[in-house]
Antibody
Framework: QVQLVQSGAEVKKPGSSVKVSCRAS????????INWVRQAPGQGLEWLGG????????NYALKFQGRITITADESTSTVYMELRSLKSDDTAVYFC????????????????????WGQGTLVTVSS | SYEVTQPLSVSVALGQTATITCAGD??????VHWYQQRPGQAPLLVIY???YRPSGIPERFSGSNSGNTATLTISSAQAGDDADYYC?????????FGGGTELTVL
């Protein structure tokens, strides 16, 4: 069973960047297809992007393209999410989640889902 | 982009059946997944691929999907079911969450 452990809370200034990590264990690296989801205070869930292990590629939500980078370190089974040019409304809890059973989907439907999830990392953007 | 709509809140009496809907254009042609989220916790998968329950999820949780509406049904609702519930669908190449439904067990 895959387990995901995220890095600790961060406080950042507007305009700066944050890099959150998600360390996976319990399976092989090829089965770690880590996606990132955030939740602003009192709000719903919002998908940011994901890492497709088999292709070593990434997929980003249109809203965040140009501001987000997801990278992976196979040697430590850790996936990183960096968000740049932070604004106050980027204040949120950021979750990582594994995409099962396949990290790759094409077309209008996908038989995969997101599970399990990391514990979440609070990122606060404040001057 | 694809949008899915959930009711903001649903109330159910203890022991009765709660239904939470997720509406989207022809959502019946998609795989829908459901998550339960309690305050301060990460989302927990309760239904995947429309109607499958992960190990450890009570049989009281069930799902269906047809036409323009997917439904999460919680039978014999218990106090511990008090939580927010989110549907999730794929709209290639992105994941789309419903806005979430707050379930209150009275």
């Amino acid at each position: 069973q895959v387990q995901l452990v995220q890095s600790g809370a961060e406080v950042k200034k507007p305009g700066s960047s944050v890099k959150v990590s998600c360390r996976a264990s319990g399976d092989t690296f090829l089965n770690y297809n880590i996606n990132w989801v955030r939740q602003a205070p009192g709000q719903g869930l919002e998908w940011l992007g994901g890492f497709i292990s088999i292709f070593r590629t990434t997929n980003y939500a249109l809203k965040f393209q140009g501001r987000i980078t997801i990278t992976a370190d196979e040697s430590t089974s850790t996936v990183y999410m960096e968000l740049r040019s932070l604004k106050s409304d980027d204040t949120a809890v950021y979750f990582c989640a594994n995409m099962l059973p396949s990290g790759y989907c094409s077309g209008a439907d996908c038989p995969s889902w997101l599970d399990p999830w990391g514990q979440g990392t609070l990122v606060t953007v404040s001057s | 982009s694809y949008e899915v709509t959930q009711p903001l809140s649903v109330s159910v009496a203890l022991g009765q059946t709660a239904t939470i809907t997720c509406a989207g254009d022809n959502i019946g042609s998609k795989n829908v997944h459901w998550y339960q989220q309690r305050p301060g916790q990460a989302p927990l998968l309760v239904i995947y691929r429309v109607a499958y329950r992960p190990s450890g999820i009570p049989e009281r949780f069930s799902g269906s999907n047809s036409g323009n509406t997917a439904t999460l049904t919680i039978s014999s609702a218990q106090a511990g079911d008090d939580a927010d519930y989110y549907c999730l669908v794929w709209d290639g190449p992105s994941w789309v969450f419903g806005g979430g439904t707050e379930l209150t067990v009275l």
